[in-house]
């Protein structure tokens, strides 16, 4: 599974609007109106390979009214307390 980060930059009048539309796509886990950076909405994907990570950027979220700009940051690994626990599963039990 593919972890990706895309950052929009968007119209003030939209980022509610894009950031709703934005979760309904398929490969995107969650949407966020932020503060304090340069981007107004990031949307967080989970995709099975970075072909699908380019669809739902370049097909599916450039569409949106409002957006700027995006810049898409891919995760090289992910760290939860999730995986940490299931990784001592049944240790010490």
Known sequence: MIHAFVLMNVSPEHIAEVARRTAEFDGV?????????EA????????????????VVTEHLVTLPGILSTRTMIAFRTYSTEELDAAWEGIGD
Do not use: M, N
Not at 29 to 37: L, M, P, R
Not at 48 to 55: G, I, K
């Open 40 to 55: 107004d909405v990031v949307a967080v994907l989970a995709v099975p390979d970075h072909e699908a990570v380019a669809t």
């Open 29 to 37: 886990q969650s949407a966020h109106s932020v503060a304090g950076s």
